[in-house]
């Protein structure tokens, strides 16, 4: 997908903008698309993280290049082959962290601390959290609260702690998956490219990703069925939505065990065809739940 775009573009990584969708859910979920003032604020922040996601991706490119150069796909990213220059690699991070910051201290809500904390937490990461086992995922699945929090608290609006649940579990879920392809995609030779593959084995993966996924359908469930949702949204039917979901985990499941994938969220979403309709059925059935439709 990459390497149909420019180098410097490419290294933004625009196709995972996507996750930074996280940042909209407390929109859908908190009836505050009506709220023109809030749906501003919202869209603000989902392009404040896009930019600052991207300065921590060619901070990361810029810190892994030559790792990079030993995997099979990452050898193909601008600065581990060599298209883009050290130097221009560090311009255009200062523009992203600088215009990021600017919206989030400006127009992005009313918690910039917490893209502040989205950044401290992940230089930490990149500066060594990545190779403690365990933790590392927990520090993924953290990046991904925050965008939660951002798009809820950040917007004054009240986050349901079954959605937080939720969103911790799926978040986790893909951090595990995405180990997982890691281990497999470089087999004997995984620790050279990434430490802390060393400290983890497909057995053990498998299990951790089969709790989270079961944490995962049942929180969401319990979400959709609780006395706080349905006097929110007024009805009890976005409990149909729960099907959608659930096909989306094993779908997943599936193209991590029999199609090599799992490896990359975005990637997946965007290029397999019964992620998407998962995808937009779940959309489509909740929008038509909350304005009355169904």
Not at 206 to 211: A, C, G, L, S
Not at 250 to 270: C, I, K, N, P, S
Request: proline share 3%.
């Amino acid at each position: 997908m990459s390497a149909l775009m420019p180098p410097l573009i490419a290294l933004l990584r625009p196709h995972q903008w996507i996750k930074n969708g996280f940042v909209l859910v407390g929109l859908l979920f908190g009836h505050a698309w009506q709220d023109p003032i809030r749906l501003q604020q919202g869209l603000w922040a989902f392009v404040a993280f896009c930019l600052l996601s991207s300065t921590v991706y060619v901070f990361n490119d810029l810190q892994d290049r030559e790792q990079d150069r030993l995997h099979p796909q990452k050898r193909r990213r601008p600065l581990a082959c060599g298209t883009v220059s050290v130097s221009a690699a560090l311009l255009l991070l200062a523009v992203c962290l600088v215009a990021g910051l600017a919206l989030a201290f400006t127009l992005a809500g009313q918690a910039p601390w917490i893209f502040v904390a989205y950044l401290l937490l992940n230089g930490g990461y990149s500066m060594g959290l990545k190779h403690v086992v365990l933790l590392d995922v927990f520090l993924i699945a953290a990046g991904f609260m925050l965008r939660l929090l951002a798009g809820t608290l950040g917007l004054d609006i009240a986050p349901s702690q079954w959605l937080l649940l939720c969103g911790l579990m799926l978040t986790l879920f893909l951090g595990f998956a995405k180990r997982r392809a890691e281990l497999v995609a470089l087999s004997g030779g995984s620790g050279g490219h990434r430490r802390v593959l060393e400290h983890y084995s497909e057995g053990m993966l498998d299990q951790f990703i089969t709790i989270t996924a079961a944490c995962t359908v049942v929180t969401y469930s319990l979400y959709t069925v609780s006395a706080e949702t349905v006097a929110l949204h007024g009805s009890s039917r976005l409990m149909l939505t729960v099907p959608f979901v659930l096909y989306g985990m094993l779908r997943y499941l599936f193209l991590l065990h029999r199609r090599q994938g799992g490896g990359d969220v975005a990637v997946e979403l965007l290029t397999d065809v019964h992620l998407l309709l998962a995808v937009l059925g779940w959309l489509g059935t909740v929008l038509a739940v909350m304005t009355g439709r169904l």
